[in-house]
């Protein structure tokens, strides 16, 4: 099993930056890919950004230009940097991560972390 652990959610002024961030633990010892989804009330939970083992980053078009993802491999965790944020961004931010080895490939899901962005 995989356990995520979510930090860094909370009630930020529009225009405000926040930093999530996602630590793994249990049986993982190399990801495929880790990152965030968020899930706004009444809609689809969507891509955020995500950042593979050897440090390739993918974004949502929209998002790009105010968030940044890191990651520490030797920490197993992943850090989202949020900056410019807007009402829209309001919504609860998961931590996923596609767990490659050991196998089998799987993927966990954190329990997520609340973020609202006042106007």
């Known amino acids: 099993q995989v356990r995520l652990v979510e930090s860094g959610g909370g009630l930020v002024q529009a225009g405000g930056s926040l930093r999530l961030s996602c630590a793994a633990s249990g049986s993982i010892s190399v990801f495929y890919r880790m990152g965030w989804y968020r899930q706004a009330p009444g809609k689809q939970r969507e891509l955020v950004a995500t950042i593979t083992w050897g440090g390739t980053a993918n974004y949502a078009d929209s998002l790009e230009d105010r968030f940044t993802i890191s990651g520490d491999n030797a920490k197993k965790s992943v850090y989202l940097q949020m900056s410019s944020l807007k009402p829209d961004d309001t919504a609860v931010y998961y931590c996923?991560?596609?767990?490659?080895?050991?196998?089998?490939?799987?993927?966990?899901w954190g329990q997520g972390t609340q973020v609202t962005v006042s106007s």
């Open positions: 996923y991560v596609e767990r490659l080895l050991p196998g089998p490939r799987r993927d966990y």
